[in-house]
Structures are given as structure tokens and as C-alpha cells.
């Protein structure tokens, strides 16, 4: 900002700072003016990994237009056109028989009315568009699977993925508890972004997929709950720890409410629900571990109420559901209403205070249905998950399978050219580093004179009186 001219207060100093640069010697120094010249100083089962190949600016708005002023009237004529001047009276030889009427004045003109201006058009507001909760697909369980997000997000015209999900193989413990190498293409792929979040569905049993009898679950869980179990689960969240993705989001135990799986809730779901708790336990015991529990079942009835599976709300961070197309004639107005299906899980979560998610959903028993796809992602528009990924292989996905051509473009309209969620990881501020004000150098055998601010300005920096100037001198 410019000094201010406070003539009232400065003035005299100058002619005081006049007499005394005539009568005593200046010296030199940094910051100090010398004289007047001076200057300033510078799920369904996995898929095969087999490559599959897949199917093929805000507006400104303008500126509204300025109304045309009015134009200015012309003065009406005040005064009426005068009359004719009278004829020369002559006496006729006949007196007239009436008498002649003098012409009236000439009416003035009716100004014109002034045009009504015309409204401006409103200007057309641009659409914006609306930030969605994470999402991605299961697109395969291995490297293939990360290599394919890119591809599906360019299919999408550049829309972010920001969710990968995957498996553990459930045939026997050791790769229950993440076999060597297999994560570490996910991790690689989750911490290229600070956004970005790793699903891992984790099987509570080995031999999953075998079709174990009931009886033998029931002890299996039984075993689990009393810790049989512990040393697995603590191997896999000290891989998970060491691969610097402490935060992953563990489906443990995924649809339990059916039969498919061998860790199911069915054949005794109290001992199901306390090695749920164990595993939980053990798995956070593990130190700089963050991880989030992902409670699934699958949408609808099953062979028994999800409900009935809870374990509780100090082990559950988000209560997901699994809800694919099904069964056959179902419309998507029933899976919303029947009991312990979409409503049910919404209504379940917020009285339980955990986010609701989707890790498995997409067509299935009602084929290409297009008004399924739309329908459902709606539903997670209004209903905001923390995240959901589409199960994206035949018969229920819409990339990597061909026979959902009519959902597939849904899909597509609806996901392409999306931004990420409404709340961006924030930078850390860099804090302003102040720039420190210089110190000013007094030149040896030197008092400065204050002679405020404004005649400081315009001399370019202080004067400095030398005190030893009469040696000089004499």
C-alpha cells in the first residue's frame, strides 16, 4: 500500500529534515540515504481367469442480455394550429343566409407508446454432474483382474474405479491366509491412490466350495469359536499389514444365510456368530492393522433370516448384501418389499448406525434385464452405499458378457464419464512460510534518525547521523 501524505503531521519534519541535512555530514550505509539523490535501497464360484474380451464442460452460461432503454417520446404540441385570418368584409347583396362556422383547431398528436422492453430469457442453469459413492466390479480374482479396471474405466469414458475387489481361494488354509504374491499385485494397485479401496472376500472354513454336511459344519464352527482356527486369520492381517494395506475391507464369511458355502450360519448359528467375534478379535490384535468388517448375506429369505447371523455392533463396521437378479419373475418392486430384502437391509443398518455396501450384485435368473440395471442403480444413487462392485462375468455382468447387451448399455449411459465422491481426499494445506523481515545494518559509528515514515519514503530509507564527524572536521 502507498504511504499515506499526512501533511498535518509530516510536513513541518520535512523542512526539520532539510535544515538538518544542510548542516550536519550523512553517511553511508545499508538501508540509509545519503542526500537528495539517494535511491530506495533494493460369489458365485471365481471366474476363470481366461481373458475375456470385452464388448466393444459445464457450460458458462450466458450473460443476460441488457434491456433496450426506452425511447424518449417526442413533446406533445401544447399549442393548437391557429386559424385561418379573417376575409375582408363585403357587404353582399344578399344577406347570407348563415353564418360561416371558422374551421376548429387542429387536434395535437397523440405521442407514441414508448415499446415494452423486453424480458431477458433466464439463463439456462449447467447441469452438473452429481459425484457417486465408490464403485467398481469384480472383473477376475487375480492380475488380470487389476489390468482389466483400466480397461473397464476407459470402456466407461475415463470414469474413475475406485473399488477393487477380490477373493481368497477357500480350498485349503494356507491360501486362506493370502498365498505369496497373490495380494501383492492388489496392494500395488490400491496404494497408487489414497483413495482407492481393496475388497477381499475371506472364507471362514477351508474346503468352502465342497459341500460339507451339515453335521460337520456345525462341529467345524464349533472348533472355530473355541480358537481352533486363530493362527490363520492372524497370518493373513499380518500380510495385509506388511503389504501397507492395513484399511482393507474384509467380506468375512459371505453369504452365510444360504447353503451354498461351507462357512454358512444355517447349521448353528449361535457358534457361527462367536467365531465370527474370533476372528474379528485376533485379526484387529494385529498391530497398525485398520481394518473394516464387511457383514454380507445374501438379499431375501435364503434357508435362514440374515437376521438371525448378526454378530453384533462392536465387530461389524458395514452391514453389505449381496442381491443379484433373482429369483426368475421377481420384479424389482418385490426384491425391494419382501421380507429381509433391499428395504429390510437399509432399515436393518441405520438402526444399527453402520453404512450399508453392495460387494456382489448384476443380472441373473430374469436374463437381459435392462429395467433391473436401471432400477438398482438408482436405488444406490438414493441410498448411498460406501461402496458397490457389479459381478461382471455371464450371466451377470455387462462388460465382460455379451448376452446383456440392453443392460449393458444401461449401465454404461448411467456410470460413463462420472466423477468420484463428494467428499475428494483434501491435500494437506502447505503452511506459508512468513518471509522474515530483514534486520537492518547499522554502518559503524552510526545513529539513525527517525523522521517518520512518509519522509523516509521519499528519501529512500533512513538517515544516519555519524557521531564522530567533528573529528573530522577540525
Same mark, same amino acid.
Given at each position: 500500500?502507498?504511504?499515506?501524505?499526512?501533511?498535518?503531521?509530516?510536513?513541518?519534519?520535512?523542512?526539520?529534515?532539510?535544515?538538518?541535512?544542510?548542516?550536519?555530514?550523512?553517511?553511508?550505509?545499508?538501508?540509509?540515504?545519503?542526500?537528495?539523490?539517494?535511491?530506495?535501497?533494493? !460369489?458365485?464360484?471365481?471366474?476363470?481367469?481366461?481373458?475375456?474380451?470385452?464388448?466393444?464442460?459445464?457450460?458458462?452460461?450466458?450473460?443476460?442480455? +441488457?434491456?433496450?432503454?426506452?425511447?424518449?417520446?417526442?413533446?406533445?404540441?401544447?399549442?393548437?394550429?391557429?386559424?385561418?385570418?379573417?376575409?375582408?368584409?363585403?357587404?353582399?347583396?344578399?344577406?347570407?343566409?348563415?353564418?360561416?362556422?371558422?374551421?376548429?383547431?387542429?387536434?395535437?398528436?397523440?405521442?407514441?407508446?414508448?415499446?415494452?422492453?423486453?424480458?431477458?430469457?433466464?439463463?439456462?442453469?449447467?447441469?452438473?454432474?452429481?459425484?457417486?459413492?465408490?464403485?467398481?466390479?469384480?472383473?477376475?480374482? @487375480?492380475?488380470?483382474?487389476?489390468?482389466?479396471?483400466?480397461?473397464?474405466?476407459?470402456?466407461?469414458?475415463?470414469?474413475?474405479?475406485?473399488?477393487?475387489?477380490?477373493?481368497?481361494? @477357500?480350498?485349503?488354509?494356507?491360501?486362506?491366509?493370502?498365498?505369496? @504374491?497373490?495380494?501383492?499385485?492388489?496392494?500395488?494397485?490400491?496404494?497408487?491412490?489414497? !483413495?482407492?479401496?481393496?475388497?477381499?472376500?475371506?472364507?471362514?472354513?477351508?474346503?468352502?466350495?465342497?459341500?460339507?454336511?451339515?453335521?460337520?459344519?456345525?462341529?467345524?464352527?464349533?472348533?472355530?469359536?473355541?480358537?481352533?482356527?486363530?493362527?490363520?486369520?492372524?497370518?493373513?492381517?499380518?500380510?495385509? +499389514?506388511?503389504?501397507?494395506?492395513? !484399511?482393507?475391507?474384509?467380506?468375512?464369511?459371505?453369504?452365510?444365510?444360504?447353503?451354498?458355502?461351507?462357512?454358512?450360519?444355517?447349521?448353528?448359528?449361535?457358534?457361527?456368530?462367536?467365531?465370527?467375534?474370533?476372528?474379528?478379535?485376533?485379526?484387529?490384535?494385529?498391530?497398525?492393522?485398520?481394518?473394516?468388517?464387511?457383514?454380507?448375506?445374501?438379499?431375501?429369505?435364503?434357508?435362514?433370516?440374515?437376521?438371525?447371523?448378526?454378530?453384533?455392533?462392536?465387530?461389524?463396521?458395514?452391514?453389505?448384501?449381496?442381491?443379484?437378479?433373482?429369483?426368475?419373475?421377481?420384479?424389482?418392486?418385490?426384491?425391494?418389499?419382501?421380507?429381509?430384502?433391499?428395504?429390510?437391509?437399509?432399515?436393518?443398518?441405520?438402526?444399527?448406525?453402520?453404512?450399508?455396501?453392495?460387494?456382489?450384485?448384476?443380472?441373473?435368473?430374469?436374463?437381459?434385464?435392462?429395467?433391473?440395471?436401471?432400477?438398482?442403480?438408482?436405488?444406490?444413487?438414493?441410498?448411498?452405499?460406501?461402496?458397490?462392485?457389479?459381478?461382471?462375468?455371464?450371466?451377470?455382468?455387462?462388460?465382460?458378457?455379451?448376452?446383456?447387451?440392453?443392460?449393458?448399455?444401461?449401465?454404461?449411459?448411467?456410470?460413463?464419464?462420472?466423477?468420484?465422491?463428494?467428499?475428494?481426499?483434501?491435500?494437506?494445506?502447505?503452511?506459508?512460510?512468513?518471509?522474515?523481515?530483514?534486520?537492518? +545494518?547499522?554502518?559503524?559509528?552510526?545513529?539513525? +534518525?527517525?523522521?517518520?515514515?512518509?519522509?523516509?519514503?521519499?528519501? @529512500?530509507?533512513?538517515?544516519?547521523?555519524?557521531?564522530?564527524?567533528?573529528?573530522?572536521?577540525?
Amino acid at each position: 500500500m502507498a504511504p499515506q501524505q499526512q501533511w498535518s503531521r509530516n510536513g513541518r519534519l520535512v523542512f526539520v529534515a532539510a535544515g538538518v541535512v544542510a548542516s550536519i555530514a550523512l553517511a553511508p550505509g545499508p538501508g540509509y540515504a545519503v542526500g537528495a539523490g539517494a535511491v530506495r535501497v533494493a !460369489d458365485p464360484p471365481a471366474p476363470s481367469p481366461t481373458s475375456v474380451t470385452p464388448q466393444a464442460q459445464t457450460p458458462v452460461p450466458p450473460a443476460p442480455p +441488457v434491456p433496450p432503454a426506452p425511447p424518449v417520446p417526442p413533446a406533445p404540441s401544447t399549442t393548437p394550429a391557429a386559424p385561418p385570418p379573417p376575409t375582408a368584409s363585403v357587404t353582399p347583396a344578399v344577406p347570407p343566409t348563415a353564418p360561416v362556422t371558422p374551421p376548429k383547431p387542429a387536434t395535437p398528436p397523440t405521442p407514441p407508446t414508448p415499446p415494452t422492453p423486453v424480458k431477458p430469457a433466464t439463463p439456462v442453469q449447467p447441469t452438473t454432474v452429481t459425484p457417486r459413492p465408490a464403485f467398481g466390479a469384480y472383473l477376475d480374482y @487375480g492380475p488380470l483382474g487389476v489390468a482389466r479396471i483400466a480397461q473397464l474405466s476407459q470402456w466407461l469414458g475415463g470414469t474413475e474405479l475406485r473399488v477393487g475387489h477380490t477373493y481368497l481361494p @477357500g480350498d485349503r488354509w494356507s491360501n486362506i491366509e493370502g498365498p505369496p @504374491g497373490f495380494l501383492d499385485v492388489w496392494a500395488d494397485w490400491r496404494r497408487e491412490r489414497a !483413495d482407492r479401496m481393496l475388497v477381499l472376500n475371506v472364507p471362514m472354513l477351508e474346503r468352502n466350495e465342497e459341500n460339507v454336511s451339515d453335521p460337520e459344519v456345525r462341529a467345524l464352527l464349533r472348533q472355530g469359536a473355541d480358537g481352533a482356527f486363530d493362527r490363520h486369520f492372524h497370518a493373513l492381517a499380518q500380510r495385509l +499389514v506388511r503389504l501397507k494395506v492395513p !484399511d482393507t475391507v474384509v467380506v468375512l464369511g459371505w453369504e452365510m444365510n444360504g447353503i451354498t458355502y461351507t462357512h454358512r450360519c444355517g447349521p448353528d448359528p449361535e457358534a457361527w456368530k462367536k467365531y465370527w467375534n474370533r476372528i474379528v478379535t485376533v485379526m484387529r490384535s494385529v498391530p497398525g492393522q485398520k481394518f473394516r468388517f464387511d457383514f454380507t448375506p445374501s438379499r431375501g429369505l435364503d434357508a435362514v433370516p440374515w437376521t438371525q447371523c448378526y454378530p453384533g455392533d462392536d465387530t461389524v463396521d458395514i452391514i453389505g448384501m449381496d442381491s443379484y437378479d433373482q429369483p426368475s419373475g421377481l420384479s424389482f418392486d418385490e426384491e425391494v418389499k419382501e421380507p429381509y430384502g433391499l428395504q429390510e437391509h437399509v432399515d436393518f443398518a441405520k438402526a444399527h448406525g453402520k453404512p450399508i455396501s453392495y460387494p456382489e450384485w448384476g443380472l441373473f435368473r430374469n436374463g437381459d434385464n435392462a429395467a433391473y440395471m436401471k432400477r438398482m442403480l438408482a436405488w444406490m444413487d438414493d441410498h448411498q452405499p460406501l461402496y458397490n462392485t457389479l459381478t461382471d462375468y455371464c450371466p451377470h455382468g455387462v462388460w465382460q458378457c455379451a448376452d446383456n447387451p440392453k443392460a449393458s448399455e444401461v449401465y454404461r449411459e448411467v456410470l460413463s464419464g462420472h466423477i468420484g465422491p463428494a467428499s475428494e481426499p483434501t491435500p494437506t494445506p502447505v503452511p506459508s512460510v512468513p518471509k522474515p523481515v530483514p534486520t537492518p +545494518v547499522h554502518p559503524p559509528n552510526c545513529s539513525p +534518525v527517525d523522521l517518520g515514515d512518509w519522509v523516509e519514503h521519499w528519501l @529512500g530509507g533512513k538517515l544516519c547521523l555519524r557521531f564522530d564527524w567533528w573529528s573530522r572536521n577540525r
